[in-house]
């Protein structure tokens, strides 16, 4: 048996790429309101085409094929949060955002022992950890505060009545960056929960930051990253979670780490050894 036509290693090249992009496109656009109304529209504009088809509907069959051609337009509009979410991740920021390994056990310590405090009186929160994309334009519209990243300065901004303690949070290496910062809400239906959930969802759409929350009325904690919500987390599973999502340290940083360390010793050692000679 013999095909009409011969398929060679370009054609098979471009249909994997359009299967892959097309997954991606269709990934990107699962469960969210857009796709619904882009399921809607399809089914429309399917049912008038067929109608249109079997009737000889000369007029239908204009309009419909119309259609298509506005339809790219339609779709840009309809589909903008989720395009700016994608061109987002795309266009990331490669700033560093790196941890020593110490600096990174001491990062985690702090943000579980202030969350756990907060999760015990029932006192809500959202902290975003800031990762390679930027969340200055969320800091903005909050109140920059630019203090080290300390366990008791960072409980007393959630304090109940305190100045700052509506809004998140947004920390940046060792930094509390800004307080006060007001979130996208996420336009997920499939979730019920409050204001502070969404808003950590809706950034974790749009950002790649990693967000905790503490829910004011039950004291639970959870994450939400790459638009996922984990909910009810221990004190284990948050420092567990919270190692894995941390900036991981690249092989020169380290390697130029431990050369400084080394550096640091022979210099110290000499001016011991100096001190020594004097005497």
């Known amino acids: 048996m013999q095909f009409p036509f011969k398929v060679g290693f370009g054609d098979c090249f471009q249909i994997i790429v359009l299967a892959v992009a097309i997954y991606y496109v269709l990934n990107l656009f699962r469960r969210t309101r857009s796709a619904q109304m882009l399921g809607a529209l399809a089914l429309i ?8 088809w079997a009737a000889d509907l000369q007029v ?5 094929s119309k259609i298509v051609i506005y339809l790219a337009f339609a779709l840009v509009v309809v589909f903008q949060p989720e395009i700016r979410q994608t061109l987002a991740s795309i266009g990331r920021n490669w700033r560093s955002r790196k941890h020593s390994a110490s600096s990174s056990e001491r990062f985690i310590d702090v943000i579980v022992d202030v969350v756990t405090s907060l999760a015990r009186t029932r006192t809500g929160a959202i902290i975003a950890i800031e990762r390679q994309i930027s ?3 969320f800091c903005e519209n909050g109140t920059l505060l630019g203090a080290p990243l300390v366990g008791r300065l960072l409980s007393s901004i959630f304090f109940p009545n305190a100045p700052l303690h ?4 947004v920390i940046r290496g060792e930094t509390i960056v800004a307080a006060r910062c007001v979130f996208p809400l996420s336009s997920r239906e499939d979730i019920g929960f409050g204001m502070r959930h969404r808003a950590a969802l809706g950034l974790s759409e749009q950002t790649d930051a990693v967000i905790v929350v503490v829910s004011e009325e039950r004291g639970a904690i959870s994450i939400a990253y790459d638009g996922r919500l984990i909910q ?3 004190e284990a599973h948050l420092r567990r979670y919270l ?4 900036p991981r340290e690249k092989l020169a940083d380290a390697l130029l780490r431990a050369i400084d360390r080394l550096e640091a010793e022979r210099l110290s050692g000499a001016v011991a050894e100096k001190t020594e000679v004097a005497k």
């Open 45 to 52: 504009v399917l049912v008038l085409a067929i109608l249109g």
């Open 135 to 137: 969340l200055d334009p």
């Open 166 to 169: 509506d809004g998140g949070v």
């Open 232 to 234: 009810d987390l221990t």
């Open 243 to 246: 190692a894995l999502l941390m």
């Open 60 to 64: 239908l069959g204009w309009i419909v």
